[in-house]
């Protein structure tokens, strides 16, 4: 679902840089990062921009409507995703630093706005989910970028989320980003498709089995040596850097979109 309007926002003959110039893309910076984590949005736009993109940011956008449909609420995530819907509408591309609320647009919209019995909602449904894209994927399938001129020398290893992984199917998108890297040293993390317990109320309806999940995932980022572990997925990375805090394991966590915006002059 994700792939098909990669072809219609990179049209053969123009451009990369006309091509770059002619789509209208949005930030949808998700909740988490909102509340708590916001220089990874900052880093969004200062990335994008360094490639040329224009970004807006509308200011209507509220959640993707994913804590809802999680736990069950469909019927009160309706008018969520009709804000979210009201406020992307007539972008080419919405771009979030975020294998999750990508996933929530591109899947479960589909699912609240049948269930809501609403055919406009439906069809608005079906333009913003396929137009919604995470950071990885907008990258390499829309950009058709992977070397976007970042520099990170730090020892780093890479932590592929659920969603990203299998909603998603990301694939090896972030890894050939961070690989282009300069300066970087990209060790790989053992385990490294298992869950990181985190997953969303999870973490807080069963907090004993997410610790164990989460503590594995620690031990095994430890094991690697590395200084910085890297996801595409703040919520993960606050779950997994609170277990690794704890234990002082002096290895810090960063976003994806932080690395990547990382230069000689704004090294991270």
């Not at 910085?228 to 704890?246: E, P, T, Y």
Request: glycine residues 8%.
């Amino acid at each position: 679902m994700g792939r098909a309007p990669a072809a219609h926002l990179r049209p053969p003959h123009l451009h990369h840089h006309e091509r770059i110039a002619s789509v209208r893309v949005a930030l949808q910076v998700t909740c988490v990062n909102d509340a708590m984590f916001p220089d990874t949005g900052k880093a969004v736009v200062r990335l994008l921009r360094r490639l040329g993109v224009e970004v807006d940011f509308p200011q209507a956008q509220t959640c993707c409507g994913q804590p809802m449909v999680n736990t069950g609420y469909l019927d009160e995530a309706v008018p969520v995703v009709r804000t979210f819907v009201d406020a992307f509408a007539g972008y080419d591309a919405i771009v979030t630093p975020s294998g999750s609320c990508a996933g929530s647009a591109r899947h479960q919209h589909s699912i609240v706005a049948d269930r809501s019995g609403d055919p406009a909602l439906v069809a608005a449904v079906a333009e913003t989910g396929p137009r919604t894209y995470e950071l990885s994927e907008f990258l390499v399938d829309v950009l058709g970028v992977t070397d976007v001129g970042a520099y990170f020398p730090h020892r780093v290893t890479y932590h592929p989320t659920c969603h990203s992984l299998r909603m998603l199917g990301v694939g090896d998108r972030p890894t050939r980003l961070l690989e282009a890297v300069r300066g970087i040293e990209l060790v790989d993390l053992p385990n490294a498709t298992e869950c990181c317990g985190f997953g969303g109320t999870f973490a807080l309806k069963n907090a004993d089995t997410s610790i164990a999940m989460g503590a594995d995932k620690a031990r095994h980022v430890r094991d690697t040596g590395a200084e910085v572990l890297v996801a595409g997925d703040n919520s993960c990375l606050m779950h997994v850097g609170g277990l690794l805090s704890r234990q002082r394991a002096g290895v810090r966590v960063m976003h994806l979109a932080e690395v990547l915006a990382s230069t000689e002059e704004n090294d991270a």
